[in-house]
């Protein structure tokens, strides 16, 4: 049976940290929980870190603005998700501006109508209030703001 290696060089670690954040963009907070599970010393692991910065591998700017182009094109999320998970990786407020910015407003708004309409179509529940607390579940689990939710819903599920 292999066991894991239980130290690591501060060389060995910043070579698979490279790889690590070359692979795809990395938060700090994520490189740094990396260096932590490889029993890396606060120190080390300074040192690591201020080398992936300085070549470039490990840049905060970068990794908000891909997570959000990403979150929002792929995953079809909405600014409050999105940016409540940049927080969670504690990404400064400057910078999860910046990765906002990515959005663009009016595909926000079509990505946003697509997605209510496309989820309606699959609630198959009979009754309106239960259809329409469906629906604003799905899109305030989603990230989407409250405002545009609930006149979306009463929108789509109107009163008979």
Known sequence: MITPKNSYTVDEATKKLEGYCAYQDRC???VISKL?????IPEA??????HLIKENYLNEERFARSFARGKFNIKKWGK???EN???YR???KYN????MQEIDSKEYLKTFNALAKKRLAEIREKDLQKRRKKL???LLYRGWESGMVYEKVYELVPNK
């Open 28 to 30: 700090h907070k994520e």
């Open 36 to 40: 932590r599970t490889m029993n890396m």
């Open 45 to 50: 692991i300074d040192v690591v870190v201020g």
């Open 80 to 82: 409050n998700r999105i």
């Open 85 to 87: 998970e940049l927080k």
């Open 90 to 92: 504690e990404i400064s």
């Open 96 to 99: 999860i501006r910046l990765a």
């Open 136 to 138: 604003a579940d799905y």
